[in-house]
């Protein structure tokens, strides 16, 4: 069976340069979550869905990092302007929730490393 | 706000010995943990979970333990491998809502690198 998939795998853009990733989650998982890693605060969620609709997107740092999922098997993460400050690895998660309130386990992607110089 | 934290960025062991990773946290509204295990250039993987009803979850060479009270867990690893070299993560979950929205949101720590000497 397929992971989760993401690409880019790397990517490393310039300043001011418009960022996306894309991700596409194991079929039949209705949550979709897009996480960041950093050293100072580990994993950090930025904004989950479920059901293709987003239901928290408190943890996006700011108005220029945006995420769609136009249907069940597609997300993206937008960063426009990127900047320097926005490298990291950008993990996608996603995970079959029955309830809500479900502990289900959160499948990872290998992650998109991101380089803004 | 770091609701989950992992105060020791790293920690050395030697092969066969026992591996111990701390986790604290800060909201009492979670009451299910886990344990994820991430080797470089892949993403975090599963590894072993407690409910807050219990107060130790064994799994192999693997054991957790919750201290409610100190809001503090554990994971044991017994005897350490040095394939067990990798980033652990401790994350945390409200699974009680009063919105119906918690849908597995998960609160991760920083992580802590534990590298096992052979």
């Known amino acids: 069976d397929a992971g989760v998939i993401q690409s880019p795998r790397h990517e490393v853009t310039e300043m001011g340069q418009e960022v996306t990733l894309r991700c596409k989650p194991i079929?039949?998982?209705?949550?979709l979550f897009w996480y960041r890693q950093t050293m100072m605060r580990g994993l950090e969620l930025l904004i989950y869905?479920?059901?293709?609709?987003?239901?928290?997107d408190s943890g996006m740092p700011e108005d220029r990092f945006s995420a769609k999922m136009p249907n069940a098997s597609f997300s993206t993460l937008k960063i426009q302007p990127s900047e320097p400050r926005d490298s990291a690895v950008y993990f996608c998660a996603s995970s079959f929730s029955r309830t809500s309130g479900d502990t289900g386990e959160l499948f990872f992607g290998e992650g998109s490393r991101l380089t803004v110089l | 706000d770091q609701q989950v934290k992992q105060n020791s960025p790293s920690l050395s062991v030697q092969e066969g010995r026992i591996s111990i990773l701390n986790c604290d946290y800060t909201n009492s509204m979670f009451d299910y943990f886990l344990w994820y295990k991430k080797y470089p250039a892949e993403g975090p993987t599963f590894l072993i979970s407690?409910?807050?009803?219990?107060d130790k979850n064994e799994d192999g060479r693997f054991t957790v333990f919750l201290n409610k009270s100190a809001k503090h867990l554990s994971l044991h690893i017994v005897p350490s491998q040095p394939g067990d070299s990798a980033v652990y993560f401790c994350?945390?979950?409200?699974?009680?809502?009063?919105?119906?929205?918690?849908?597995?949101?998960?609160?991760f720590g920083q992580g802590t690198i534990l590298t096992v000497h052979p």
């Open positions: 994350a945390a979950l409200a699974s009680a809502n009063a919105g119906g929205t918690s849908y597995g949101k998960l609160t």
């Open positions: 079929s039949g998982h209705n949550s």
């Open positions: 869905f479920n059901n293709n609709v987003p239901i928290d």
């Open positions: 407690i409910s807050s009803i219990k």
